[in-house]
């Protein structure tokens, strides 16, 4: 499996309120107030780790 690549989120307002997370073939739509924990939990499942 290819590494994780990281980019920077940049804003410009706050007209952005979602942002899509894509894990191989997964697309998980990541809002305002996201638990952070669970999105680590879940990304890590998505690439085959141990959550």
């Known amino acids: 499996m290819a590494p994780p690549t990281f980019v920077r989120l940049v804003r410009a ?3 952005v309120t979602t ?7 997964a697309e998980i ?3 305002r107030g996201f ?3 669970l999105l680590r939990a879940v ?4 690439q ?3 959550a």
């Open 35 to 37: 638990d952070a924990d």
């Open 13 to 15: 307002g706050d007209l």
């Open 19 to 25: 942002v899509a997370v894509r894990i191989g073939g």
């Open 43 to 46: 990304v890590q499942a998505l």
């Open 29 to 31: 739509e990541v809002r």
């Open 48 to 50: 085959g780790g141990a």
